[in-house]
């Protein structure tokens, strides 16, 4: 737990530099247009999906998942500073694609790794701890962003470049530290391997297909922040106040992740995660409707009680729902689906503001999102909060 917790901080300082910044990148310095930089966004999201199914189905057919969650950081950390270089979007593209693929590549093994190593009683807590120190260390990325813009008028290429030297940590407490007990494989496929395949997703049962589809609608209108990072550039005077914005929410996100898990651990995962859902609503339409500077602040804020409340939260349900051996799968296509919607998302995003203005694409993310709270109301009885002392 905490060797994964360091990776993720060194990580996510390294990529966190440039998550607030890189859409105005495209848009102000490459002349990128809107409806395809939220196209860029949803490809990059989903392409992530579609290699996290992959990834998490090989993790359980895996005795060591080390070299998966290597290759993945490896991959990320090596495109990131390229960014620098890009002169038009296309090749900008390919490497946030390439970028991506090593998120995938790295997320649902880490998830399950993280999920067997734990008890339990304390897994809410322990995914709670991962995301704390992945947002501890995307709070300090905006930080170092805000000053290198400051030292040097504005320049975004410097901001990219500047990237290499946490990620070359990240990498190298990875490739070091991080160490993964053998564990059992499940016995090999027969010769019916299809009809294998639809007994193993229909194994994974009726309560995380529920789940999972939930989210999903969920993420249908969790548009990528790259919007909400567009929007706060167009309420703030300085170019440097957008990350320190973005420090702020992960601040908020960082302190309250671990005391949001351990909540989930003692009451429950889904009051906690109806609390996020809800969250996330209001704050969309409160974005729909901002016309000051500090209402960017506020929201945030809010913003991040809906992250610190839901990510972690929602991978130790399924964690619960599902027995060890069919972790990595199952957090594959749960990953992988709500990856997926970002491609939809970002696309009706990006064409309501350019045809209605932001306030259209926050307000039909809001709406989603109290459609989705009000089907995990709805789903109470078949969505127990916490199974894992049966499952274990």
């Given at each position: 737990?905490?060797?994964?917790?360091?990776?993720?901080?060194?990580?996510?300082?390294s990529?966190?530099?440039?998550?607030?910044?890189?859409?105005?990148?495209?848009?102000?310095?490459?002349?990128?247009?809107?409806?395809?930089?939220?196209?860029?966004?949803?490809?990059?999201?989903?392409?992530?999906?579609?290699?996290?199914?992959?990834?998490?189905?090989?993790?359980?057919?895996?005795?060591?998942?080390?070299?998966?969650?290597?290759?993945?950081?490896?991959?990320?950390?090596?495109?990131?500073?390229?960014?620098?270089?890009?002169?038009?979007?296309?090749?900008?593209?390919?490497?946030?694609?390439?970028?991506?693929?090593?998120?995938?590549?790295?997320?649902?093994p880490?998830?399950?790794?993280?999920?067997?190593?734990?008890?339990?009683?304390?897994?809410?807590?322990?995914?709670?701890?991962h995301?704390?120190m992945?947002?501890?260390?995307?709070?300090?990325?905006?930080?170092?962003?805000?000053?290198?813009?400051?030292?040097?008028?504005?320049?975004?290429?410097?901001?990219?470049?500047?990237?290499?030297m946490?990620?070359?940590?990240?990498?190298?407490?990875?490739?070091?530290?991080?160490?993964?007990?053998?564990?059992?494989?499940?016995?090999?496929?027969?010769?019916?391997?299809?009809a294998?395949?639809?007994?193993?997703?229909?194994?994974?049962?009726?309560?995380?297909?529920?789940?999972?589809?939930?989210?999903?609608?969920?993420?249908?209108?969790?548009?990528?922040?790259?919007?909400?990072?567009?929007?706060?550039?167009?309420?703030?005077?300085?170019?440097?106040?957008?990350?320190?914005?973005?420090?702020?929410?992960?601040?908020?996100?960082?302190?309250?992740?671990?005391?949001?898990?351990?909540?989930?651990?003692?009451?429950?995962?889904l009051?906690?995660?109806?609390?996020?859902?809800?969250?996330?609503?209001?704050?969309?339409?409160?974005?729909?409707?901002?016309?000051?500077?500090?209402?960017?602040?506020?929201?945030?804020a809010?913003?991040?009680?809906?992250?610190?409340a839901?990510?972690?939260?929602s991978?130790?349900?399924?964690?619960?729902?599902i027995?060890?051996?069919?972790?990595?799968?199952?957090?594959?296509?749960?990953?992988?689906?709500?990856?997926?919607?970002?491609?939809?998302?970002?696309l009706?995003?990006?064409?309501?503001?350019?045809?209605?203005?932001?306030?259209?694409?926050?307000?039909?993310g809001?709406g989603?999102?109290?459609?989705?709270?009000?089907?995990?109301?709805?789903?109470?009885?078949?969505?127990?909060?916490?199974?894992?002392?049966?499952?274990?």
């Amino acid at each position: 737990m905490y060797v994964l917790g360091l990776v993720s901080l060194f990580t996510d300082i390294s990529s966190e530099m440039i998550v607030p910044v890189r859409i105005l990148f495209l848009v102000t310095v490459l002349g990128t247009p809107i409806t395809i930089a939220g196209l860029i966004e949803g490809i990059a999201e989903s392409t992530a999906s579609l290699v996290k199914v992959w990834a998490g189905r090989r993790a359980d057919r895996m005795a060591n998942r080390k070299p998966l969650i290597v290759a993945g950081y490896g991959i990320s950390n090596a495109v990131k500073p390229l960014l620098a270089l890009a002169g038009s979007w296309p090749p900008a593209l390919g490497l946030i694609f390439v970028d991506r693929v090593g998120k995938g590549v790295r997320g649902s093994p880490r998830d399950a790794l993280l999920a067997d190593s734990t008890a339990p009683a304390y897994r809410g807590k322990a995914f709670g701890f991962h995301r704390s120190m992945d947002t501890l260390g995307a709070a300090i990325g905006p930080l170092i962003t805000t000053a290198i813009l400051a030292l040097s008028s504005d320049n975004l290429r410097a901001v990219f470049a500047w990237t290499a030297m946490p990620a070359l940590l990240g990498v190298g407490v990875v490739v070091f530290l991080l160490h993964d007990e053998r564990h059992s494989l499940p016995a090999p496929p027969s010769s019916a391997a299809p009809a294998l395949s639809r007994v193993g997703l229909a194994a994974l049962g009726r309560p995380f297909w529920i789940f999972t589809g939930i989210a999903t609608v969920f993420a249908l209108g969790n548009s990528s922040d790259a919007f909400i990072f567009l929007r706060t550039a167009g309420l703030e005077d300085s170019l440097a106040a957008v990350p320190l914005v973005y420090f702020g929410f992960n601040l908020v996100y960082a302190l309250l992740a671990t005391p949001l898990g351990v909540l989930s651990d003692r009451w429950g995962r889904l009051p906690v995660l109806l609390t996020g859902y809800l969250a996330f609503a209001g704050v969309y339409l409160g974005w729909a409707n901002a016309t000051a500077s500090w209402h960017a602040w506020a929201l945030f804020a809010v913003y991040g009680i809906y992250a610190a409340a839901t990510e972690g939260v929602s991978k130790a349900l399924v964690s619960d729902l599902i027995a060890k051996g069919q972790r990595g799968t199952a957090l594959g296509w749960f990953n992988g689906l709500i990856g997926l919607a970002a491609l939809p998302a970002n696309l009706v995003s990006g064409w309501l503001w350019s045809q209605f203005g932001p306030g259209a694409a926050f307000q039909v993310g809001a709406g989603l999102g109290c459609a989705a709270a009000g089907l995990l109301l709805m789903s109470l009885p078949w969505l127990p909060g916490r199974q894992a002392e049966k499952i274990g």
